[in-house]
């Protein structure tokens, strides 16, 4: 998730509709997919995505909205999944786990005292993407002939590569901030929900805090990023004033006699990411709408007025003349 702090450096810009249509997106998937999944529990009855034998697969309902909504904006996705996790993110991965069942313990005293808000609220809080939701949601953008591509590593990571090094990709498309460190020089936040969606500019960023791309990665490790925790005290705001009198990240903890764990290898993280580059997509989108259809309702058991209404306008939207013309 990064460090949402880095707001406070970002150049970012609401958008208008005008301002990213047109645009092929490079998705952080997992970010998007868990996006609409804890939104689809929060405001759906849990009868309508779950199976009898009690598989939820909410996923599918939010895939359908959520793609309807990108291809209403003219946004063409590319998404990018999550690979194997850094070693180093894994003592985030256990503080959200935890965290998690903590939550899953309330939802349990929720449950006993029947306070449905309550409920609501922690089970769309509880939500994790499990081996059911990674093999449907990939299975479901085969049927819709959305493009997507398995990260060796981070997705924002692969996602940032692409849209700074592949030209048929405009930009990433993440609510992180981490795409700022992995260096994407333009990220489409907020691209599920209904606020605007917002532009965050890499160059800009620099620019603005008269800093380097590296020293921006720097910024980042000091006040704490998935894969290290930060100086005890240091947002982003002090993080920057030291590396700007300073230099770098070296010379700051020599400044303040501290040390940071992996410093080299966090560094590294961001400025040579692990990705790959062999990888092939078309945004010719040509869905097979009935076959979707199917899955949904009749594989999955999902009430068909969950998602007509979304799979009408992707089958309306991708026949309508030009549509390739967008991207």
Known sequence: MGNAALRSLAALQSAKPEDFMGRTVAIDAHNWLYKYLTTTVRFTE????????GVEVANLIGII???SKLLQSKVQPVMV?????????????EERRKGREMREIRLEEAMKSEDRTEISRLESQTQRLTSTIHKTTRELFELLDVPYIEAPAEGEGQCSYMARHDERIDCAGSDDYDTLLFGAPVTLRKLTGAEDVEIMKLQETLDRNNITWEQLVDVGILSGTDFNEGLMGVGPK?????IIKYG???????ARSESIEYVDRV?????????TNKYEFDVAMNPDIEGARNYIVEEWNIPKEKVDLGL???????????LNQWF
């Not at 999944?81 to 991965?93: A, C, S």
């Open 46 to 53: 849990k009868t309508a995505y779950t199976t009898d034998d």
């Open 65 to 67: 909205r959520g793609i």
């Open 81 to 93: 999944f999550d690979g194997i996790p850094t070693e180093l993110k894994n003592e985030v991965i």
């Open 238 to 242: 002090t993080a920057l004033k030291e």
């Open 248 to 254: 770098d990240i070296w010379e700051v903890l020599d």
């Open 267 to 275: 560094r590294e993280i961001f400025l040579q990411p692990t990705i």
């Open 312 to 322: 009408n306008r992707i089958e309306e939207i991708t026949k309508q003349t030009g």
